[in-house]
């Protein structure tokens, strides 16, 4: 069984309560939810068993030419001895249930306690860091902050903007005697080796999610924010929130940088519809992958006459700025910038696609969405415009998005992805993530285990409680449909 992140939850009711597209809450997701999930699930099957044991026939019957009666005596007493055995075993296992529910909770709230220390001693050690660097840069050079704020952004837009100049700067380098390319292509080599190392290692994941979530602080360290200010800052507003405060921030100052309005979509054509709707999250994946454009939409008409809209989204397709993509790495920090309605990068687009495709209240929609897109349309079912029912999230930075209980949610991501580590280590997680291990065999690099086609592969073998539910729950909720029509969106800046 794979493990999950976090814990805590809301322990909202069995499993067999909860309603597809319904409001009420279900079951806790946490290894504590899960255990008693599955204690209930045994206990509800045992009661059953106790049920149709004490619905044998009575065979208290007088005995006559074909009946012996004291075999039929000795067959109701082992009966009795069953049902009250079997009776035993349920109430038994209501017991494992109700002690485990209570170790869990006990042990999540000492996790909690623990995990916030962590990220106490973590925040003064990033603040430390951050005055340091302060102190070190103001006392040699005052005013070079300044120009480097204003002369480092400028150059590397000129450079990124004409490769012209880029090809005299690597020239002028070849000419002083330095092979730039060799170089660049030796160091990106040994990172690409190296990185692939770190990330297969879990404590170096968690450390790299501490640190980015530690980053507030060490900003507030450069700026010569007193620490106590920024932490009653922090407690009041939310360690989420001042990490998409940061994020919306560090998004203005690219967008500066490098020019761009927001993420719109901008173009839709028709495609051909499938037959029926997406009931299986490899097959999801595989449409995320082979789609021409950064969204897809597909419409279908259910048994009931009503409209379900199933919307694929793709991951970052490029980190510098191109006017071809909106799923830029800006657009990343835009999305974690996101509250409540108010989205900001491919998140707000999205959702603009789903408008101009005909979404509309009471329309039942599935999510599915890889890397940033996963983000994007966790942000777009926290929202609370559109009717999600269910939302795929793969490999994706989703823990702080505040989809609502009775959205039917399965996030996955495999140990060692950077992806999903991005997203910090702040709050109590909402989303909580099912931590796969990858066969390998399609990436490599840092970014090896955020390969799409390995997710793929990972989806089509996950033997794991949560994803046979949402499997289970995504089926029933697409049965019968069929394919009307389907657009291919694209998002970009302008």
């Known amino acids: 069984m794979s493990?999950?992140?976090?814990?805590?939850?809301?322990?909202?009711?069995?499993?067999?309560?909860?309603?597809?597209?319904?409001?009420?809450?279900?079951?806790?997701?946490?290894?504590?939810?899960?255990?008693?999930?599955r204690l209930r699930d045994a206990q509800r099957q045992v009661e059953a068993a106790v049920r149709a044991l004490r619905s044998a026939p009575d065979l208290a019957t007088a005995a006559s030419g074909v009946l012996?009666?004291?075999?039929?005596?000795?067959?109701?007493?082992?009966?009795?001895?069953?049902?009250?055995?079997?009776?035993?075993?349920?109430?038994?296992?209501?017991?494992?249930?109700?002690?485990?529910?209570l170790a869990g909770r006990a042990y999540?709230?000492?996790?909690?306690?623990?995990?916030?220390?962590?990220?106490?001693?973590?925040?003064?050690?990033?603040?430390?860091?951050?005055?340091?660097?302060?102190?070190?840069?103001?006392a040699t050079a005052p005013w070079a902050v300044a120009i480097g704020l204003v002369a480092v952004p400028l150059a590397a837009r000129l450079l990124l903007g004409s490769p012209g100049?880029?090809?005299?700067?690597?020239?002028?380098?070849?000419?002083?005697?330095?092979?730039?390319?060799?170089?660049?292509?030796?160091?990106?080599?040994?990172?690409?080796?190296?990185?692939?190392?770190?990330?297969?290692?879990?404590?170096?994941?968690?450390?790299?999610?501490?640190?980015?979530?530690?980053?507030?602080?060490?900003?507030?360290?450069?700026?010569?924010?007193?620490?106590?200010?920024?932490?009653?800052?922090?407690?009041?507003?939310?360690?989420?929130?001042?990490?998409?405060?940061?994020?919306?921030?560090?998004?203005?100052?690219?967008?500066?940088?490098?020019?761009?309005?927001?993420?719109?979509?901008?173009?839709?054509?028709?495609?051909?519809?499938?037959?029926?709707?997406?009931?299986?999250p490899a097959d999801a994946m595989r449409v995320i992958i082979e789609q021409e454009e950064q969204v897809t939409i597909h419409e279908h008409r259910m048994p009931d006459g009503s409209r379900r809209f199933q919307v694929f989204v793709r991951g970052t397709q490029t980190i510098a700025p191109d006017p071809s993509s909106g799923l830029d790495m800006r657009a990343n920090l835009e999305n974690t910038g996101a509250v409540g309605d108010r989205l900001h990068g491919s998140d707000a687009a999205v959702a603009e696609a789903m408008r101009a495709a005909g979404v509309g209240p009471g329309d039942a929609v599935d999510l599915f969405g890889f890397s940033q897109g996963a983000g994007a349309v966790a942000n777009v079912a926290a929202s609370g415009e559109f009717d999600v029912e269910t939302a795929l999230l793969v490999g994706g930075p989703v823990g702080a998005a505040e989809i609502p209980p009775g959205v039917a949610v399965f996030s996955v991501a495999h140990r060692g992805d950077l992806v999903p580590a991005l997203d910090g280590w702040g709050d109590e997680p909402r989303v909580h993530t099912t931590m796969a291990a990858s066969a390998g065999g399609h990436g490599t690099g840092p970014l090896a285990r955020h390969s799409g086609l390995e997710y793929v592969d990972t989806l089509e073998r996950l033997d794991d409680f949560a994803y046979d539910d949402y499997r289970a729950r995504l089926a029933a909720a697409t049965a019968g449909g069929t394919g009307v029509a389907a657009l291919s969106v694209r998002i970009r800046r302008r």
């Open 108 to 138: 999540e709230w000492a996790s909690d306690a623990v995990r916030h220390r962590i990220e106490e001693v973590a925040g003064t050690v990033a603040f430390a860091l951050g005055a340091t660097v302060r102190t070190a840069v103001f």
């Open 165 to 280: 100049a880029l090809a005299r700067v690597t020239a002028q380098a070849r000419r002083a005697g330095i092979d730039l390319e060799r170089f660049l292509a030796d160091t990106s080599a040994f990172w690409e080796r190296a990185g692939e190392v770190l990330m297969a290692n879990p404590v170096f994941v968690g450390a790299l999610a501490l640190a980015i979530e530690s980053s507030d602080e060490a900003v507030a360290g450069l700026l010569g924010v007193p620490l106590p200010v920024a932490s009653a800052m922090e407690s009041a507003i939310g360690d989420d929130e001042v990490f998409g405060l940061m994020a919306l921030t560090g998004a203005a100052g690219a967008g500066l940088a490098t020019g761009g309005g927001r993420v719109h979509a901008v173009f839709s054509r028709p495609v051909r519809p499938p037959s029926q709707p997406i009931d299986d």
């Open 3 to 37: 493990g999950w992140s976090g814990g805590g939850g809301s322990f909202g009711g069995p499993l067999g309560n909860f309603s597809v597209g319904s409001k009420q809450s279900g079951w806790d997701p946490t290894v504590t939810g899960i255990a008693c999930a």
């Open 68 to 101: 012996h009666g004291a075999s039929l005596r000795r067959c109701a007493a082992e009966i009795d001895a069953r049902v009250l055995a079997t009776q035993q075993l349920a109430d038994e296992l209501g017991r494992l249930h109700d002690e485990t529910q």
